[in-house]
């Protein structure tokens, strides 16, 4: 098969990918690692003819949420783009709080007032009652978040609605609801408490706080499990943490940090009879891990890990904790978004890093910290394409609709659902000795 070179513009509208076809002098590289941060990618593969999901079409508008922009959406061609988001944020003063995950790109990190990862934005935006609107350049389950630990006063919004999560979309509430029951039937429900992670949509923080459980992000997963865990016996007794949805981050959890074994862990296929499990391997497990995972960190390999150790002397390999386990256990760091950046800030300079999670994040790094040696791990992995649906066209009209008086794409979490959501997320919140050192 010829191999494509796949060209990722950050320039480009939308995460448009355009292929271009091989070289042969590029099929016939080594897989180098460039420190110099080019974001060429050689794969073998031809993608798909069709999108994924194909938009514009009307037939589901659910799906296609955030497609019709009502009014105007700036042309990402428009040379006053920067210009006129200055000057909306000007005009809108302290009436706006802008927030910004780690992952945005960098013409939208250009406008935040904070940037996190996204346990230090869930409790940013709870810290500002007095900003009416609060515009979240992040995905969809932290906005929800947002909207929830904010007052009824308070407005989120989400420049593009289609900036969601496919590791959110992999649990379903109907399926969590559906899997509950399937643990009580199993006789382990009583024994079991859940643990969701921030990644997931305001319905199962629910399920999470109806069921006395908690949330937790990947910078206090291990605080969290500690906490489940003494709710059920302590980690040496027979309790059971159910972990959502992230299979990855929970399995590095139990087994890193809490000492479990894999043996401890099963994973429950929604998709599958009794999440494909027997009734003696959910008796004897301690950690039921939801069969999710993030599609941008899973692509991070053991393979990449080590051609990075053959090729780069001295080199130090962080990496964020939705990575798979085997990744993990080879990398040097692991951390949330919010630990890698203050790792490599704290680095003596001349290291060597390679760095495994979101490609805007790594690009970054390699920018503001020139004195050290930068390039992301894994040349066949993308940018994640949920987040880089906020760009600067759909922030200025964000932004711009408010001057006018309008507020568009506001996210509004039912009141009832918000409230059970609200005591999962207060319940990570109070988590003692929080592992975020910010
Ligand atoms: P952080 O909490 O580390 O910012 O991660 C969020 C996320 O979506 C990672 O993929
Ligand atoms: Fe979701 Fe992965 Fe994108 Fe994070 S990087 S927002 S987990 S798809």
Redesign the pocket.
Known sequence: MTPVVVVVDDHSVRHQVHLRSSAPALAARPAAYDLHMTTDTASAPAPAPLPLLVLGQGTDLHTERGVECPGDLPAPSDPDLVERARAAKAALGERVFVLG??YQRDEVIEFADVTG???KLARDAAARPDAPYIVFCGVHFMAESADILTSDDQTVILPDLAAG?SMADMAAIAQVEDCWEQLAAAGVAEQTIPVTY??SSAAIKAFTGRHGGTIC???NARTALDWAFEQVGGVDGDGKVLFLPDQHLGRNTAVRELGLSLDDCVVWDPHRPNGGLTSEQLAGARMILWRGH?S??GRFSVDAVEAARREIPGVKVIV?P?CQYEVVERADEVG???KIIQTIAAAPAGTSWVVGT?LNLVRRLAQQFPEQRIAFLEKNVCYCSTMNRIDLPHLVWALESLVEGRVVNPIHVDPTVAAEARAALDRMLALPGTTHKD
């Open positions: 995950h780690h990862d996204s346990f999560c921030m990644n992000t990947s910078s993030c941008v960190h964020h939705e949330s978004t919010e979101e």
